[in-house]
């Protein structure tokens, strides 16, 4: 089941960053190799665990968990790498917007 949730989160977050995000802005591309990499991860699991057990897919509470969870550090990862590459500049514009006011504060008091 894990599989099949975190392929469709690629599928989708790829739809998105080819029809919404082609210059690569908002760096959907790293959230959508992050699930890629993480649906490979998974059909490799599903390939050794057939092999060894003899089932590829496991339909119960605890997979669909795990690719809820999974899918969840893939969207904080992308967001951690949005925060760090700032594509809108807010983060910088409040920095100095900080900055402007410290700097009038100490004028102000000295």
Do not use: C, H
Request: no cysteine.
């Amino acid at each position: 089941m894990w599989i099949i949730s975190t392929s469709l989160a690629a599928i989708i977050a790829t739809a998105i960053w080819y029809i919404k995000d082609p210059q690569g802005k908002y760096k959907l591309n790293t959230l959508s190799l992050i699930l890629w990499g993480a649906t490979l991860m998974i059909f490799v699991d599903g390939v050794m665990g057939y092999i060894r057990e003899g089932s590829f897919l496991d339909i119960n509470l605890t997979p669909t968990m795990l690719a809820l969870v999974l899918v969840i550090v893939a969207l904080i990862a992308w967001e951690i790498v949005l925060l760090y590459t700032d594509p809108r500049g807010v983060l910088k514009a409040r920095r100095e917007t900080e900055g402007r006011a410290e700097k009038q504060l100490k004028e102000v008091k000295g």
